[in-house]
């Protein structure tokens, strides 16, 4: 599939996962929200390999599944999981290939119900581990308002501390764009 541009963060994630994820990836969504980047990797996949999908919130969920069944999706190789990222060697007992963390709050949900970047930590602490030669996680910050800076910076500062020798860790910014849009991180494994 061809991008017309690059004018957005979600263009350069379609771009990337269409050229990384094949059919059998072992895939995690850490943010399942409103179920769009399930549904995105759902058909990717097309049935094959599978989807673990946190998040903390029911609303989320119950949001997701009404997607899925809207787009009448087989929904066989989604494993959803009602908690919190951060205890994800709990329920992901096999190695992985990709995971995407939509950091923030869930839209048109509770605006007081968001990521924090402790737990952010915890889970990328758990999962780095867990990932296969090659597999790679995307991290979608959105550093508009202070407490979406403030984990910007937090987690940035950790990713900083990976190793060189085991893992690539990018940085993806539009920098042009007005009223900081979302950023991008995306660490790859070595
Ligand atoms: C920006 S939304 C995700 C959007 C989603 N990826 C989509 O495609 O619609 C962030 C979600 O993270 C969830 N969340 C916040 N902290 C969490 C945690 N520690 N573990 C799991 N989910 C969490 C929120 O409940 C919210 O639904």
Request: proline share 3%; charged share 25%; net charge negative.
């Amino acid at each position: 599939m061809k991008i017309d541009n690059l004018n957005s963060v979600h263009k350069i994630i379609d771009l990337i996962i269409n050229n990384r994820l094949d059919k059998n990836s072992i895939c995690v969504d850490a943010t399942l929200g409103n179920g769009f980047d399930t549904l995105k990797l759902s058909k990717l996949l097309n049935n094959t390999g599978k989807i673990y999908s946190f998040d903390i919130q029911k609303v989320a969920i119950e949001n997701s599944i009404s997607l899925f069944k809207k787009e009448n999706i087989d929904t066989n190789n989604i494993i959803i999981i009602n908690d919190n990222h951060n205890k994800i060697r709990e329920y992901v007992k096999e190695n992985i290939d990709f995971f995407i963390m939509n950091l923030g709050y869930l839209p048109s949900g509770d605006k007081n119900i968001t990521t924090n970047y402790i737990e952010v930590i915890t889970f990328l602490e758990s999962t780095l581990e867990i990932m296969n030669k090659n597999a790679f996680g995307i991290i979608v910050f959105y550093p508009g308002h202070s407490e979406g800076m403030k984990e910007y910076i937090k987690v940035r500062e950790y990713l900083e501390t990976l190793p060189q020798k085991s893992f690539n860790v990018i940085d993806i910014n539009l920098l042009n764009q007005k009223n900081y849009p979302p950023a991008l991180t995306i660490i790859e494994r070595i």
